[in-house]
């Protein structure tokens, strides 16, 4: 990569214009002409670089219900298990990670969970997220299960610094808070067709809204102002690229837990969204075995740069104890998929697995007592005490 796919890497990371023809407004911002950036889009998503260009919405805004979750399974269990959450049409991202704990919780303490993967329902959802993920612990086998939705969010959106050789520990200005993740108003059925054909990837051609505007029926110009009202009410956060992070040379990244007092989430949570290689800050509900209430996502070139970095944030912010959640394993990263009908198909099927289930169970009869067909779920045991 030259300086100039550095610069067109950051300026699509930022934000695609909403107009007719994008591509040549990116290339004025950068300084080349409109067939300079195609080509070069074009060999950057070649090379694996750039994964897909559309618009990344507010999960909470469109209706959904979303948390990420933790599942404790047995390492025998845990390739099946993968498959099975991975089959849920909500679930974004699936992770097995292994934890460097705080010296505090003494060198025999374990983490609960092992297993972390982020879940979505739809609007319409006849089971709900609670209910959802209760189906995925029963047919994973898992020992233990938490939803840990988002309270706050202090930030939100990965752009990895492409120009500089390293984000280090630098700063960004600005006020970071995001919001509670509370839905807006539901989206009339104009809002919802634009809503699943601007999250395609973008094709490379010099007008490449005009497709997507056929299919909505719609003119490209009232596409596009209808597209602009979403990004307004945050409904749509932004239009812009996604990179491979690995391909991009961002080779380390890392989840971090911190046990932060509520008295000063909102203080801390503003701290470490200024970290400019934090792309998501949360609060999360704790529980007994989980005193942990803010979570960061750190994004460097290297592990070690990682650790320098919660080293950093640590030092600014006093939070001296932490845990950091390592990737062993990914077993799933993709976009979410908004207002299709997997969602409802997804629950079919648990409805039919059910009552299939029901039918081969034996009847009970007098004098004996059925067997219990399904496990009661219980939280990890409170291993941090």
């Known amino acids: 990569m030259d300086i100039l796919d550095r610069k067109l890497l950051d300026a699509v990371q930022t934000g695609i214009p909403l107009v007719e023809r994008p591509y040549r407004v990116l290339g004025e911002?950068?300084?080349?002409?409109?067939?300079?950036?195609?080509?070069?889009?074009?060999?950057?998503?070649?090379?694996?670089?750039?994964?897909?260009?559309?618009?990344?919405?507010?999960?909470?805004?469109?209706?959904?219900?979303?948390?990420?979750?933790?599942?404790?399974?047995?390492?025998?269990?845990?390739?099946?298990?993968?498959?099975?959450?991975?089959?849920?049409?909500?679930?974004?991202?699936?992770?097995?990670?292994?934890?460097?704990?705080?010296?505090?919780?003494?060198?025999?303490?374990?983490?609960?969970?092992?297993?972390?993967?982020?879940?979505?329902?739809?609007?319409e959802s006849r089971l709900g997220l609670e209910a959802s993920m209760a189906v995925l612990a029963q047919e994973t086998g898992a020992d233990a299960a938490r939803l840990f939705p988002a309270l706050r969010v202090f930030k939100i959106g990965v752009r990895l610094d492409m120009e500089?050789?390293?984000?280090?520990?630098?700063?960004?200005?600005?006020?970071?808070?995001?919001?509670?993740?509370?839905?807006?108003?539901?989206?009339?059925p104009d809002e919802r067709r634009i809503v699943r054909v601007l999250q395609e990837d973008l094709p490379l051609i010099e007008e490449p809204f005009q497709e997507a505007a056929g299919q909505c029926g719609l003119s490209v110009d009232t596409m596009l102002t209808?597209?602009?009202?979403?990004?307004?009410?945050?409904?749509?956060?932004r239009f812009a690229a996604i990179l491979h992070h690995r391909k991009a040379g961002y080779t380390g990244n890392v989840m971090v837990a911190w046990p932060v007092p509520d008295e000063k989430v909102e203080a801390v949570g503003q701290q470490m969204a200024q970290f400019r290689a934090v792309s998501h800050c949360y609060q999360r509900p704790v529980f007994p075995e989980w005193p942990f209430s803010l979570f960061t996502m750190v994004h460097q070139k290297s592990r070690e740069e990682c650790e320098a970095t919660v080293a950093a944030i640590s030092r600014e912010t006093g939070i001296s104890q932490y845990a950091m959640l390592w990737t062993v394993r990914e077993f799933k990263k993709v976009r979410l998929k908004y207002f299709t009908d997997d969602f409802a198909t997804w629950e079919e099927n648990v409805t039919i697995r059910?009552?299939?289930?029901?039918?081969?169970?034996?009847?009970?009869?007098?004098?004996?007592?059925?067997?219990?067909?399904?496990?009661e779920l219980q939280p990890a045991p409170a291993t941090y005490q």
């Open 354 to 375: 059910s009552s299939l289930k029901a039918c081969t169970e034996p009847s009970n009869h007098a004098g004996t007592s059925r067997q219990q067909s399904e496990r």
């Open 29 to 123: 911002s950068v300084g080349i002409d409109e067939d300079d950036v195609l080509t070069r889009i074009a060999r950057l998503k070649a090379d694996g670089i750039i994964r897909n260009i559309g618009a990344i919405f507010d999960t909470t805004r469109l209706g959904y219900r979303s948390s990420l979750v933790g599942f404790r399974l047995r390492e025998e269990y845990i390739d099946k298990a993968a498959a099975v959450i991975n089959s849920h049409p909500g679930v974004s991202h699936n992770y097995l990670r292994r934890y460097t704990l705080p010296d505090a919780f003494g060198a025999d303490a374990c983490c609960p969970y092992n297993v972390w993967f982020t879940l979505a329902v739809a609007p």
């Open 164 to 188: 500089t050789d390293t984000a280090g520990v630098r700063k960004e200005e600005g006020d970071f808070f995001v919001g509670n993740g509370h839905s807006a108003r539901g989206l009339d």
């Open 226 to 237: 209808l597209a602009k009202e979403l990004l307004g009410r945050r409904i749509m956060r």
